[in-house]
């Protein structure tokens, strides 16, 4: 398989995700984080996956992303039940899935050029 150097037009490049500690660019964090090819919003989410709301929510939703992966911790978790009639009311479907699988898949879609956001919970 022929891999080659990420060349996109983005300025966030997640490099690692380990001990509950994500590595971007230059920084490392180890609070929630929100994520998008060009800015990474540190105070945006809830403390953990579970406790995710309608409020946080709005944030994203401003920025019109065509696709939303949310990194639950080292286990993937569904979305809460009380975030479905908001989902409802905007059509959004958000990917759920380990914060690892989603470091690697917004990875690619960044690198595609999608405008993709990232909800990424450490823990």
């Not at 953990?48 to 709005?58: G, R």
């Not at 690892?100 to 823990?123: D, G, H, M, S």
């Amino acid at each position: 398989m022929l891999i080659q150097q990420d060349s996109g037009d983005h300025s966030v490049h997640i490099k690692r995700f380990e001990d509950g500690c994500l590595h971007i660019n230059d920084r490392t964090y180890q609070q929630p984080l929100v994520v998008t090819p060009n800015a990474v919003y540190t105070d945006w989410l809830t403390e953990t996956f579970l406790q995710l709301d309608a409020k946080s929510l709005e944030k994203v939703v401003a920025l019109e992303p065509d696709v939303i992966l949310a990194g639950t911790g080292s286990k993937q978790q569904l979305l809460p039940m009380s975030l479905e009639p908001f989902c409802a009311q905007y059509q959004l479907a958000i990917d759920t899935m380990t914060t690892a699988a989603a470091c690697r898949t917004f990875a690619i879609l960044a690198a595609e050029q999608r405008k993709v956001v990232a909800l990424l919970f450490p823990n």
